[in-house]
């Protein structure tokens, strides 16, 4: 079990590389392009996007994660995985063409038309990608995943970049779109020497456990995708972007930490279903390592949000300021929760995972739309924040109680954290108030030193609470301890 801790620890560090990776790739190219496009530009692609997500539904049978929890996963039910994946990606493409005029028509605007034709076309591509990929999560070769996100999130880079200079509207995001599956399908047959054929003989075995699967997507992509046809519906493209890019900036610590770990834990997990009290033990490490990055990160940005916007997407975006700071408390709540899902599926209980996926569905979706009627961008952001804060103890329960934790074990690992995070606002205001003004220079002043005196608060609090505490083993001791042995090789 060693191990697979280890190997759970390496894998999440090479995802965290991973979204780091990506996340620099993605502010660069959010800062360059939100200066050269404008909100509606990010608006009319969500909107495409939306139908697509809906049209994945049909198919989202998650089979890349059946794979991995079936331990004895043979060739046929890689092949039956990849022919679906094939046929799936073959039927959504026909599907986004017939339903293009309608949702065209349905938005009022026709801009969407020639847009989804393009976007078909990727659907097709994405269903070619080898499914022999998925053996490098399984086998925690999660550096070998690294190099093949990476590669392919840098070629829809450079394509969207050069084209947003050229064209200076939406078509450089549906091309760098194009660009970035076109290299993912490439680069899979590149990278993996596995070779798929075609095969249906392990369909029924596969489904028997990704139906829950399929609903529990469903459910999902009402949660994440339903503010795309609604506020594009009732506020149109420039509120649609708005809140788009907003979820996106306040979603740091969720997207880029959280996601990355659980990715990585996942396959972890399924090692550990066999032993709870092992698997209780991983849970808390996790959290723990969640809680301690998320919080600070989080509530960071959620008090830079004006120099921020500022810096990164200028002037034309000021309005996203009170949404950044709502969503980003939100993003904080949905963080620490997320690492629940994993031991579900880990558990062979997708079910219970789709009811609460359905319970939060149907808090949101009344709450999103009195928002976005009420308040647009702004209500949409408060409906979210809300329907997180009331999902996180029900959540926390219903975990509690499937694997046998006490309240009391989870509050040992967060109350550090958060006590850490309640010092470092207050050093973080504190800053912020001590450097008055709106110019240039004085958005950059107040974002670095609020980032180094806040960090730096942060940690020494941290450090302090810990010792304080005895010294308990933890996530604290582990940074701590390779932190000091790789400064002793150093030197």
Known sequence: ??????????????????????????????????????????????????????????????????LIQHQTAERKHYDTAWTFNFIAGLIQGLMLVAAAPLVAHFYNDDR???????????????????????????????????????????AGFIVTIALAFWFKNYWALIAGMLAGQLAGVILSYTMQPYRPKFCVAAMSELFHFSKWLLINNFLYFLIHQSS????????????????????????????????????????????????????????LNVLSAIALFVLPIGIGIALTAEPLVHLMLGRNW??????????????????????????????????????LAGLHAA????L??????????????VATAVTSALMMPINFIILLRSIKLHTAQCAAVLWRPLAATAVMIFTVKITL??????????????????????????????IFLWRLTGRQSGIEATILTRASAKLKSFF
């Not at 808090?363 to 009344?366: E, N, R």
């Open 112 to 154: 969407l038309t020639l847009i989804l034709y393009i976007l078909a076309l990727g659907r097709v591509l994405g269903g070619l990608e080898n499914i022999g990929m998925v053996a490098f999560r399984k086998d925690l070769q999660f550096h070998r995943d690294f190099n093949f996100q990476v590669t392919k999130k840098m």
């Open 1 to 66: 079990m060693e191990a697979v801790n280890k190997g759970m620890a390496k894998g999440a560090m090479w995802t965290i590389l991973f979204k780091f990776a990506t996340r620099g790739i993605g502010l660069i190219s959010t800062v360059i392009l939100a200066r050269l496009l404008v909100p509606a530009d990010f608006g009319l692609v969500a909107m495409a996007m939306a139908i697509i997500a809906a049209l994945e539904i049909l198919s989202a049978f998650n089979l890349d994660v059946v």
């Open 318 to 355: 000021v309005d996203a300021v009170p949404l950044i700071q709502i969503l980003a408390v939100s993003g904080i709540i949905i963080a620490l929760q997320t690492n629940q899902g994993s031991v579900y599926l880990a558990l062979g209980r997708p079910k219970t995972l789709t009811l």
């Open 433 to 462: 108030e001590l450097i008055p003004g709106s110019s240039l220079l004085i958005y950059i002043s107040q974002l670095l030193l609020a980032t180094i005196i806040g960090g730096t608060t942060y940690i020494a609090v941290i």
């Open 363 to 366: 808090v949101l979706l009344p």
């Open 228 to 283: 795309d046809f609604i506020l594009g519906k009732l506020g149109g493209p420039s509120a649609l972007g708005l809140f788009k890019i907003s979820h996106e900036i306040a979603n740091l610590p969720s997207t880029d930490l959280v996601a990355p770990i659980n990715r990585a834990i996942f396959p972890g997990y399924v090692k550990m279903a066999g032993d709870m009290h092992v698997l209780r033990q991983g849970f």
């Open 368 to 381: 999103l739309i009195w928002g976005a009627l009420k308040g647009g961008a702004l209500g949409a952001a």
